[in-house]
């Protein structure tokens, strides 16, 4: 099988939802898919292909299931996943961000999307480990941007490892951005990684407001590793509406939810 370079590929909405179906359940038949969304079989047998194709699904007899483990997914393929809900999230953040400030960009596609979102500031200072963020700074002159030591992780283009945790720890910026890979109400934010652990809360732990970048397919995946809980976030900015005994649970520990639709920030 040639895998598509995912790059060149915009799910449209409809595999986008499959995507967030086999996440919820698991596996998904061509049946269920047929009558959920009022479509031919052929047209889901060829989303399904398509999807597998991309490497964000596996076929299975019948539908297509999750991959063994979602940190296996490389970073190309994340992006692809919810791309339109992670730019107005960076776009939202990118409005909340002042000119001159200081910030620590962490690991992920959708702090991809926030360097993107923030390339029209001026005067702003950097401090990352994410290879694909710098990378975006090229195209700005403006900004000052210094990029940690540590090891290569090819798939996901970053560095990680004990030098980039006391790299963080070296410096306090105005605001922590930060992603995760998924959330639990009673735990907070979690990781399928322990590197990505120790570098999130050496981010966090170094910076002014700490802000959440994360969108609604990340709540509850099952994920072993806490990263922080959530009185440790400052504002926590997503494509929708948590549940509503998630928002009095985030309210009573003074997290500001920021709900990114389409609507441009104010």
């Known amino acids: 099988m ?3 370079p995912v790059a060149t590929v915009k799910l449209n909405n409809r595999q986008q939802q499959i995507l967030q179906l086999i996440s919820a359940e698991q596996f998904v038949s ?3 898919l047929t009558q959920h969304f009022q479509v031919t079989a052929q047209t ?3 989303d399904i292909t398509q999807l597998c194709d991309l490497g964000l699904a596996r076929r299975h007899h019948g539908g297509a299931g999750q991959l063994p483990s979602a940190e296996n997914l490389s970073f190309g393929n994340r992006r692809v996943i919810n791309a339109e809900a992670k730019q107005l999230i960076a776009q939202r953040i990118a409005a909340d961000i002042p000119d001159n400030a200081s910030l620590a ?9 926030v360097a993107k979102a923030l390339l029209d500031k ?4 950097i401090i990352t480990n994410n290879l694909n963020v710098a990378s975006i700074f090229f195209q700005s002159s403006d900004a000052q941007v210094q990029v940690s030591g540590g090891k290569l992780r090819p798939l996901d283009q970053d560095l990680v490892g004990d030098q980039v945790v006391s790299f963080f720890n070296s410096y306090f910026t105005d605001y922590a951005i930060v992603s995760v890979g998924a959330l639990d109400q009673q735990r907070g934010l979690m990781d399928f990684d322990m590197d990505n652990v120790a570098i999130t809360q050496s981010i966090l732990n170094n910076s002014g407001k700490k802000l959440l970048a994360v969108d609604d397919s990340k709540w509850n995946k ?3 590793a806490c990263v922080a809980t ?4 400052d504002k926590f900015y997503t494509d929708q509406l948590p549940a509503a005994d998630i928002c009095l649970s985030l309210d009573s520990k003074k997290v500001q939810i920021i709900v990114c639709d389409q609507e441009k920030p104010k």
């Open 30 to 32: 061509v049946e269920l």
């Open 122 to 125: 001026k005067g702003l200072k």
């Open 105 to 113: 960009l962490g690991i992920g596609t959708t702090i991809e999307a």
């Open 2 to 4: 040639t895998l598509v």
């Open 230 to 233: 959530f009185d440790n976030i």
């Open 44 to 46: 889901v047998r060829r």
């Open 222 to 224: 099952k994920s072993f």
